[in-house]
């Protein structure tokens, strides 16, 4: 049902599970990038600020000369960035006009449960929609909430300044929600970073990045599901997700940015449904960076790097020195996981010379490193494909309302993730984790809340459950995985 409107069937899905685009690939390094637009509060109080989004059916221009129908947070892809303090609390109210029911998630979101966007809490289309409420139960099942037409969902901020992000999260239907344009920017921003030399204002470029693939007439392409609704999915023959030949930053293909001769900081998102990347900066062979940041906010302290390896929904904060390059140089962002037009990403055009006060400091921010011997508790989670409508979490497709954990507030815990012969982005909900890993997964520093393990990877996660109370998920982030059931519950009590 969810295929009537916007997102077109693909005529021919042999060519595996890479969605040739119909459309006439538009010239790369053509359209300059877009930075999405910063939402205005709508109000204020002494101890909160209010946002109002509206999820709407819009058109954009995405491939020159062409529409695309898009499902967006106020018709725009990106969404419009949400960019706040630490420590401020602030409420977004979601209002529903999209003809089917959404549930919003902030990612990385220290989140009390019920604004947490679980699966079934429900946020009901203005005036019933196109499709009614019949969402509503998804194979029989019942909503923990229904919303009539919009929600508010209030975020505390008690957590860092990091790079969050928010997208859809229905059950069953996360997947095509995200891909017809369901995501934006959150910056959350504090003192201490702000008190950092780091490059600021126009030299500080969110970079959303997503892989789409279009049909002749410049519609997103995504695989129908099962058309006969008796299961969720895809059908056979996506098994590693949906990948699409176009790539995104911003919401432009292959955008341009022209820079001046300075440092940049890049908040590198990775939005893709299912699409890994290794991204390089490149000019006739890799340049080195430094990595400032992970999905928690900042490091302890910068890290020199040739290149990142992105999964689906890791963002990686990084600071690029243009500083020795002659105006006219073209550096590009490489993807060193791509074929043909998607081992391409973006290019950077040095056009003027400019003054630089900013620097790299070799100490960025502190956390608490979790220690291993303090965790109260082991647990064991296994990511494996289920039946060929399936993927499974310790054997078991997601089922809402049943627990796979039961931490404590307070609670030092240590999660043991052991990965079949597929790639899985591990996502945890409400706290960030540290990666104890094994030798390769060290190179990953900072928070995370999500670590992208690859074909029969085993890693150890540790995190301190620090509330709130209530039910929220582990869940694989190629999110063809996840709405084929790679979701668990678990539940924090005090
Ligand atoms: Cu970004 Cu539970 O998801
Ligand atoms: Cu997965």
């Excluded at 005529?11 to 595996?16: F, H, I, T, Y």
């Excluded at 959404?102 to 979101?109: A, C, E, K, V, Y």
């Excluded at 430094?290 to 990686?316: F, H, N, W």
Aim: glycine content about 10%; hydrophobic content about 35%.
């Amino acid at each position: 049902a969810w295929g009537a409107v916007g997102c077109q069937p693909n005529a021919d899905p042999e060519n595996g599970s890479v969605f040739g685009s119909d459309a006439k690939s538009p010239k790369m390094f053509a359209v300059p990038l877009p930075i999405p637009p910063v939402l205005k509060p709508s109000r204020s109080d002494g101890s909160t600020d209010y946002y109002d989004i509206v999820q709407k059916v819009a058109k954009a221009e995405i491939l020159p000369g062409l529409a695309t129908t898009v499902w967006a947070y106020n018709g725009i892809f990106p969404g419009p960035t949400i960019d706040s303090r630490s420590g401020r609390r602030i409420v977004v109210r979601h209002r529903n006009e999209l003809p089917v029911p959404t549930t919003t998630h902030l990612h990385g979101g220290h989140t009390p449960s019920d604004s947490d966007g679980y699966p079934l809490d429900l946020v009901t289309p203005v005036g019933g929609g196109q499709n009614g409420t019949s969402h509503g139960t998804h194979r029989g099942m019942t909503p923990v909430r229904v919303s009539d037409g919009a929600k508010d969902y209030t975020y505390p901020q008690d957590q860092r300044a990091a790079t969050l992000w928010y997208h859809d999260h229905r059950m069953d239907f996360t997947g095509p929600s995200v891909y017809r344009g369901l995501a934006g920017f959150h910056i959350l921003r504090d003192d201490e970073e702000d008190s950092l030399p780091l490059p600021k204002g126009e030299y500080e470029v969110p970079l959303m990045i997503a892989d789409r693939s279009f049909s002749e007439n410049g519609e997103f392409l995504y695989p129908a599901a099962d058309p006969t609704g008796a299961k969720p999915g895809l059908k056979e023959g996506y098994d590693v997700g949906v990948l699409g030949d176009v790539i995104l930053v911003n919401g432009a293909p292959w955008p341009i940015l022209e820079v001046a001769a300075v440092r940049y900081r890049f908040r590198l998102l990775n939005a893709s449904n299912a699409r890994r990347y290794r991204l390089t900066f490149d000019q006739k062979g890799a340049i080195p960076f430094v990595q400032i940041g992970s999905d928690g906010g900042l490091l302890k302290a910068p890290l020199r790097r040739t290149s990142v390896t992105v999964a689906p929904a890791e963002r990686y904060d990084v600071v690029v020195d243009f500083s020795k390059y002659r105006p006219g140089t073209e550096i590009t962002m490489l993807n060193g996981l791509g074929d043909d037009s998607t081992a391409q990403v973006m290019k950077f055009r040095v056009t003027r010379k400019a003054t630089d006060d900013s620097t790299i400091p070799a100490r960025l921010s502190q956390y608490e490193t979790l220690d291993p011997g303090k965790a109260v508790k082991t647990r064991d989670f296994a990511f494996e494909r289920g039946d060929e409508h399936s993927w499974t979490i310790n054997g078991e497709t997601y089922e809402p309302g049943k627990n796979f954990a039961t931490p404590r507030i307070g609670d030092v815990e240590i999660w043991n993730l052991d990965i079949d012969g597929a790639n899985h982005p591990v996502h945890l909900h409400l706290d960030q984790f540290q990666v104890l890993g094994d030798d390769e997964r060290k190179a990953d520093a900072g928070l995370k809340d999500t670590v992208g393990l690859t074909a029969g990877q085993k890693t150890r996660i540790i995190v301190k459950f620090t509330g709130y109370e209530g039910r929220y998920m582990l869940h694989c982030h190629n999110l063809e995985h996840e709405d084929m059931g790679m979701m668990a519950d678990y539940e924090v009590s005090s």
